[in-house]
């Protein structure tokens, strides 16, 4: 642990939090580990990251437009991206997997390294406050900003969002409606909906796979 703290350059007063975000619910079934996986932990760093990413380009980059401030924050947040930085730290060296999600290569699956770096974000924030957290993400996230607008892979979700967020009243979710599979080889299955009807169902490995699945499927529906 001491190790990754150095790469990290932060170091924990509660090492439990960096414990836990780099336990993957395989480890925490095959094991059952208490504290359990970093699913949660992942769930909040999802957020700080997109707040801290959002805070920075609405403060220096004052002359563009929503759209484009959107666009910039998802190619920032997504999967690849955050897979990126998983690899810069080496994350997936320290990660706490299942024997049977080690043998499938688990430790270098992107939607794992990008959940990991989020659940890391997510344990600094909470050992350290936003303040720690900011400085953690903007050493990762500010070279791939410099190196000019950075490339999402197809962005489905902000997409779509971009489309419903023209009618406020609207309301879109995400759902997901089953998972199946080992551990190691898990498939999620996501419905989207619009104020409660379903407008399109998507798969994956991972559940930003099926979401962004999901996404496209409604982006068809909705004729664009």
Known sequence: MKELEEKLQYHFKNPQYLKTALTHSSYANEYRVPEGSN?????????????????????NFPKLPEGELTKRRAALVCEKACCGFSKEIGLGKYLLLSHGEQNSGGRSRPSILADAFEAVTAAIYLDGGIEAARTFVLRYVLPLLRQGRPKAMKDYKTALQEIVQKNPEDHLEYVLTGESGPDHEKHFLVEVRLDGNTMGKGGGRSKKEAEQQAAREALKLMGY
């Open 39 to 59: 699913e949660r932990l992942e769930f909040l760093g999802d957020a700080v990251l997109g707040a801290i990413v959002a805070d920075y380009l609405f403060k």
